[in-house]
């Protein structure tokens, strides 16, 4: 982005974080987030609405537009009439994907109407075949639900997505409206950026400052970004099904659409169309959460099923019989109690049952389960998965290795995540290491019986006082490097070789030797030191004879203090 874009998106975020903030003495992080998204949400299909509204107009009065209304068959009460009827014709709007939005629904009803319905106030509002009805608002709240319930209603698409809550909420209704009236000042237009573009960047934002609000639950449904770009630049979903059965808000999704993109662009094709060769499905059990993915993805224009309901993915699987070409997760860290109400005999399970205390081997095993034959898979795990003997563990990950299904495991660095100081690894795995072509058309080699080690936890810098974060650059290296081993050729100029310190091809062999443990820094090594072309035995001389003087000179400032100390009556 160039600067001034760069200049609108940060006056942006702070307006959207003043916005917040109002309601931060009244609400926790876990209300206030599903708020102000919500209203967010609610504005931008506004927008987009209202930006057809004018689109058609224009082509209302363009003579060479099929929709052209002539003026001379109307007096100018009829032609303003006529217009108003075909502004409000569905298939306007739907015809370009614009949700289509009944009055009730529309960011300037919820304006005019917010100051009115505070002490409770009959509304006309528009119900469906353009009946007029009166419907008693009793409150802000109800007034944003009822906006809502609209929206959901003429979009089936949106059913159960939108939190329809704003009513229950225990807030001063004059302090909601304030909050209509400013996100109302948030542009969803500029120059050089589109609006989609614009939201997007908002709910990243967004979902990474309650992330921090909310501490520890904050996790539950944010990854952050950079995290999310690294595993979706190194497992490539360029066409077939993408899978996260632990979706949070759908960061992998949106990251897998930018990557897409990204990606058109370099080969000069139209990225719609690359688009629309994925498709996407996901799983989540928190209510809120699953709600917060559907709009992330409805937003974005992006087609997805994340099945009938918010469900565990252990007891409510919902999506039996996917074999997904692409599954990426980040599942909560070392969950306990997983297995409550899971079949013993669970075929998912075929490597060994986890353990009840930590289901990290069983998110892995379900995700083996519904990948299919040549299909990869990527997810971000406790550092303990990589070294653990308790409890079956190790002999889990013993057979995962024995089965050749592991392809690379990265290190990560630590204060990467805003809700944990866990250290996190990322497991690469596949059923097909020989020999062909992949999604992204490349030509990858044999790589049976191998496994790549990298240790990147020396990569990142700190974004701020507590958390870290990775460059493209960081994250190019990394994924570069991942698929010139994989290919045995070069890729964006960077070609594999064993780095001390960094990365390792290593055999099952070898694994073996090592017990079976894939903590990468037992494979890379020490990084080599830069010969000065000093002698070993000279340097230890110069550092011996150094170290005798420091010593010497440490005598001689200790005799002084006590020299000191005993002139002022301390006895010594």
């Known amino acids: 982005m160039n600067n001034l874009e760069q200049v609108f998106l940060k006056d942006l975020e702070t307006k959207l974080w003043t916005a917040a903030d109002k309601l931060r003495a009244s609400l926790d992080a876990s209300q206030y987030k599903h708020v102000v998204?919500?209203?967010?949400?609610?504005?931008?299909?506004?927008?987009?609405?209202?930006?057809?509204?004018?689109?058609?107009?224009?082509?209302?009065?363009?003579?060479?537009?099929?929709?052209?209304?002539?003026?001379?068959?109307?007096?100018?009460?009829?032609?303003?009439?006529?217009?108003?009827?075909?502004?409000?014709?569905?298939?306007?709007?739907?015809?370009?994907?614009?949700?289509?939005?009944?009055?009730?629904?529309?960011?300037?009803?919820?304006?005019?109407n917010g100051p009115?319905?505070?002490?409770?106030?009959?509304?006309?509002?528009?119900?469906?075949?353009?009946?007029?009805?009166?419907?008693?608002?009793?409150?802000?709240?109800?007034?944003?639900?009822?906006?809502?319930?609209?929206?959901?209603?003429?979009?089936?698409?949106?059913?159960?997505?939108?939190?329809k809550s704003y009513s229950a909420l225990r807030i001063d209704q004059a302090k909601l409206n304030e909050l209509i009236n400013l996100i109302a000042t948030i542009p969803f237009d500029h120059a050089s950026l589109n609006s989609k573009d614009i939201l997007g960047h908002v709910y990243e934002y967004m979902l990474g400052q309650f992330a921090l609000a909310e501490g520890k639950k904050g996790g539950q449904f944010y990854t952050p970004a950079s995290i999310v770009t690294l595993i979706v630049e190194m497992i490539e979903p360029f066409e077939g099904r993408v899978y996260d059965p632990a979706m949070g808000s759908g960061g992998f999704f949106v990251q897998s659409e930018k990557f897409i993109e990204r990606h058109a662009h370099e080969k000069q094709v139209d990225p719609l169309t690359q688009k629309s060769r994925i498709s996407i499905y996901g799983q989540e059990y928190n209510h809120t959460t699953w709600q917060l993915a559907a709009m992330n993805m409805a937003i974005r224009g992006l087609d997805y099923d994340f099945g009938k309901e918010p469900a565990s993915t252990y007891t409510n699987v919902q999506h039996p019989d996917l074999r997904a070409d692409f599954i990426m997760a980040n599942p909560p860290f070392n969950m306990k109690e997983w297995n409550t109400g899971v079949d013993e005999n669970d075929p998912r399970f075929k490597y060994g049952m986890p353990p009840a205390g930590n289901a990290n081997f069983a998110w892995m095993q379900h995700m083996l389960h519904h990948l299919a034959p040549d299909g990869s898979q990527a997810l971000l795990l406790a550092n303990g998965s990589m070294s653990s003997t308790t409890n079956n563990e190790g002999a889990i990950r013993q057979k995962l290795i024995e089965e050749d299904l592991i392809e690379c495991m990265v290190a990560l660095p630590g204060q990467l995540f805003t809700n944990t100081q866990i250290p996190a690894c990322i497991w690469f795995l596949t059923k097909n290491k020989t020999a062909r072509n992949d999604k992204a058309g490349r030509?990858?080699?044999?790589?049976k019986g191998e496994v790549l080690f990298i240790d990147a936890r020396n990569l990142?810098?700190?974004?701020?006082?507590?958390?870290?974060?990775?460059?493209?650059?960081?994250?190019?290296?990394?994924?570069?490097?991942?698929?010139?081993?994989?290919?045995?050729?070069?890729?964006?100029?960077?070609?594999y070789e064993d780095q001390a310190g960094f990365c390792k091809s290593a055999?099952?062999?070898?694994?073996?030797?090592?017990?079976?443990?894939?903590?990468?820094?037992?494979?890379?090594?020490?990084?080599?030191?830069?010969?000065?072309?000093?002698?070993?035995?000279?340097?230890?001389?110069?550092?011996?004879?150094?170290?005798?003087?420091?010593?010497?000179?440490?005598?001689?400032?200790?005799?002084?203090?006590?020299?000191?100390?005993?002139?002022?009556?301390?006895d010594l």
Not at 64 to 77: G, I, Q, V
Not at 118 to 127: E, V
Not at 468 to 474: A, G, I, Q, S, V
Not at 545 to 553: I, N, R
Request: glycine letters at 6%.
């Open 37 to 112: 998204l919500g209203l967010i949400f609610v504005k931008y299909v506004s927008d987009a609405f209202t930006l057809r509204q004018e689109e058609i107009k224009a082509d209302l009065a363009n003579p060479e537009n099929e929709y052209y209304l002539d003026p001379s068959d109307y007096s100018a009460e009829e032609l303003a009439e006529e217009i108003q009827i075909e502004l409000e014709q569905r298939d306007y709007y739907t015809e370009k994907n614009v949700f289509w939005l009944p009055q009730e629904s529309r960011w300037q009803f919820l304006q005019d």
């Open 116 to 163: 009115l319905v505070i002490g409770g106030a009959d509304l006309q509002i528009g119900a469906s075949n353009n009946k007029q009805v009166t419907k008693k608002i009793t409150s802000v709240g109800h007034l944003i639900d009822n906006a809502l319930e609209g929206i959901e209603r003429d979009n089936p698409k949106l059913k159960g997505v939108l939190n």
């Open 443 to 447: 030509k990858l080699r044999d790589r």
């Open 460 to 495: 990142g810098y700190m974004k701020d006082r507590v958390l870290r974060d990775f460059t493209m650059d960081d994250i190019k290296k990394v994924s570069d490097l991942f698929h010139a081993w994989k290919t045995g050729e070069a890729v964006n100029g960077v070609t």
């Open 507 to 570: 055999k099952l062999e070898e694994i073996t030797k090592h017990d079976f443990v894939l903590t990468p820094g037992r494979y890379v090594g020490a990084a080599d030191e830069v010969d000065d072309g000093v002698p070993f035995a000279e340097k230890m001389a110069t550092l011996t004879t150094k170290l005798s003087e420091q010593f010497a000179e440490s005598a001689k400032l200790e005799a002084e203090i006590k020299k000191n100390l005993m002139g002022l009556g301390y």
